[in-house]
Nanobody, 113 residues
Framework: QVQFVESGGDLVQPGGALRLSCKPS????????MHWYRQAPGKQRELVAT???????NYADSVKGRFTIFRDNANNTLYLQMNDLKPEDTAVYYC???????WGPGTRVVVSS
C-alpha cells in the first residue's frame, strides 16, 4: 500500500511560519493529485490544499494568501509553506491521496495564543 510521511510541525506564535514536508512511498510524478488536510481535536478533517500534476492548485478559503502548496520532484517531496499562522490553524496536518493510500501519522502544528 502507498503511504505518506509528514514532518515539520511545531509550536509557533501567532504570525509565525512553518514549512511542512510530505514524502510518499512512490514517486510523486506517479500521483495524479496530492492534498494537504488538517484535523483539530473534536472536529472533522478538512481539505487545506491540492496540487495536481495537470497544474490544478486549490486552497481552502481559510488559508488563501497565507499557505502555498508545491512539489519538489527531485527530492520527491510535497510541501506546505504556512505563513502568518493563526491560532485556528492548530491541528494535525496530513498529506494524502485518499484514492491510493492510507492515512499517515500526520504532523502536529500548534499556534499559541
Amino acid at each position: 500500500q502507498v503511504q505518506f510521511v509528514e514532518s515539520g510541525g511545531d509550536l509557533v506564535q501567532p504570525g509565525g511560519a512553518l514549512r511542512l514536508s510530505c514524502k510518499p512511498s512512490i514517486p510523486l510524478n506517479r500521483i495524479v493529485a496530492m492534498h494537504w488536510y488538517r484535523q483539530a481535536p473534536g472536529k472533522q478533517r478538512e481539505l487545506v490544499a491540492t496540487h495536481a500534476v495537470n497544474g490544478y492548485i486549490n486552497y481552502a478559503d481559510s488559508v488563501k494568501g497565507r499557505f502555498t502548496i508545491f512539489r519538489d520532484n527531485a527530492n520527491n517531496t510535497l510541501y506546505l509553506q504556512m505563513n502568518d499562522l493563526k491560532p485556528e490553524d492548530t491541528a494535525v496536518y496530513y498529506c494524502n491521496d485518499p484514492g491510493i493510500a492510507i492515512w499517515g501519522p500526520g504532523t502536529r502544528v500548534v499556534v499559541s495564543s
